[in-house]
């Protein structure tokens, strides 16, 4: 079965500063990957996904992610953090052996200095 | 867009209540899922449904059970709410039989007394 660790539960940065979250997922074959954003007392969004092809995808507000099979990654990226992404962000793995099923990591939270 | 709701955003139920929570969506999706989320534990499936009238159990389904009558609707019941029962409910629906994205409501939180 496919897992995620999200090895970090709380980030702080100051706005305008880069931001990257990690992620890391086990599965043999590859992955169905994605990214969410939850903004507090609402649902999730999504940010970005990879199923195949390039890499490095772009997604809303800014953020990009890149898969490395070799290092079983998918870490998330914004060059420039605004107040507003302030937010707890989930990583998700879907397998195609799994069906339509995601497995999501814990979460990771982000406060934005001033 | 795709559109999911659900039927309460805040909810509070004693303890040996029969509690319904309930999902719709807009688009068509074939399949539909309840989550709960708690802090630190992210999501956790409870039961998914990939067509009407079916259902499979997730990781966590004891003490829960759903109903999918309609293609548009899920229902997730709790028969005898308990305290270890509040969270987070998350409803979430998705196209397809491979593991695409899913589209999710603003969540259900549910405060069982």
């Known amino acids: 079965a496919q897992s995620v660790t999200q090895p970090d539960i709380h980030i702080t940065v100051s706005e305008g500063a880069s931001l990257e979250l990690r992620c890391n997922y086990s599965y043999g074959a590859t992955p169905y990957l994605f990214w969410y954003v939850q903004s507090p007392g609402q649902g999730l969004q999504l940010l970005l996904k990879y199923f195949s092809g390039d890499t490095l995808v772009q997604g809303i507000k800014g953020f990009e992610a890149e898969f490395k099979r070799s290092q079983s990654s998918f870490n998330l990226r914004k060059p420039s953090v605004h107040w507003s992404d302030a937010a707890e962000y989930f990583c998700a793995v879907g397998a195609q052996a799994a069906g339509n099923k995601l497995t999501f990591g814990g979460g990771t939270r982000v406060l934005v200095k001033p | 867009d795709v559109k999911v709701t659900q039927s309460s955003r805040y909810l509070v139920k004693r303890t040996g209540e029969k509690v319904f929570l309930e999902c719709v969506q807009d688009m068509d999706h074939e399949n539909m899922f309840w989550y709960r989320q708690d802090p630190g534990l992210g999501l956790r499936l409870i039961y998914f449904s990939y067509d009407v009238k079916m259902k499979e159990k997730g990781d966590i389904p004891e003490g829960y059970s759903v109903s999918r009558e309609k293609k548009e609707r899920f229902s997730l019941i709790l028969e005898s709410a308990s305290t270890n029962q509040t969270s987070m409910y998350l409803c979430?629906?998705?196209?397809?039989?491979?593991?695409?994205?899913?589209?999710f409501g603003p969540g259900t939180r549910l405060t069982v007394t």
């Open positions: 979430a629906s998705s196209l397809g039989t491979l593991p695409y994205e899913q589209y």
